[in-house]
């Protein structure tokens, strides 16, 4: 009885090895199979130069914190670019409030701004306005009038470019040139190219009797 156990002994234990390999590799499978899988990254797809919402006949107005007006838009029609986060609109109106309330207007055929229209690109028939007003020391500026088929203008800065020949109307004085670079805050104006300039003399208080 005993040979007889120790020969079946014998030939069972040459297949326990194997039956352990087949247990183990059913283990590893089980645990491939119900591990976390690894997230696929993800593909990040270029933004392209394309609206994503339109506008027509619309108005937009944004204010500052205090609640004080900052400026309204008013457009035949408008495009939001969401990669360079641009507003495209056709036939552009623009009133502009800076911090003393001083009253900027624009016009253009076509234009290119931000949110709150504090920098713009006036393209076609451009126009921008600042009218004559006191200053915080009470002295009357002068009214000031663009002209040209480009204008870049930055309301916050008080600062207004083109690469194209413009005209610049300070009171009754006038200037022209190929290109413009006007600094407001400090009162520099930079033309280049043709440059050609009409000053008027202010009038005289007149004579003594």
Do not use: C
């Amino acid at each position: 009885m005993t040979r007889l156990l120790l020969s079946i002994w014998d030939r069972v234990s040459i297949y326990v090895p194997i039956a352990m390999m087949g247990l183990m590799a059913l283990g590893t499978y089980w645990l491939v199979e119900n591990s976390p899988k690894a997230e696929k990254p993800v593909v990040q797809r270029p933004v392209r130069h394309e609206p994503d919402y339109f506008m027509k006949d619309f108005s937009v107005t944004t204010f500052v914190e205090s609640g004080r007006l900052k400026s309204e838009v008013f457009g035949a029609a408008a495009r939001h670019f969401p990669d360079t986060d641009m507003l495209e609109i056709d036939q552009i109106r623009i009133r502009s409030f800076d911090d003393q309330g001083r009253l900027t207007t624009a016009t253009a055929n076509r234009a290119l701004t931000n949110d709150d229209a504090s920098v713009v690109e006036l393209f076609g028939n451009a126009l921008l306005v600042r009218e004559a007003q006191p200053d915080p020391s009470g002295n009357m500026l002068p009214r000031i009038e663009f002209r040209g088929e480009y204008l870049h203008a930055n309301t916050d800065t008080e600062r207004v470019k083109s690469n194209k020949p413009v005209q610049l109307r300070r009171g009754n004085d006038v200037f022209v040139g190929d290109t413009m670079d006007f600094d407001n805050i400090n009162q520099i104006l930079v033309m280049q190219g043709r440059v050609k300039g009409v000053i008027t003399p202010k009038p005289s208080s007149g004579a003594k009797r």
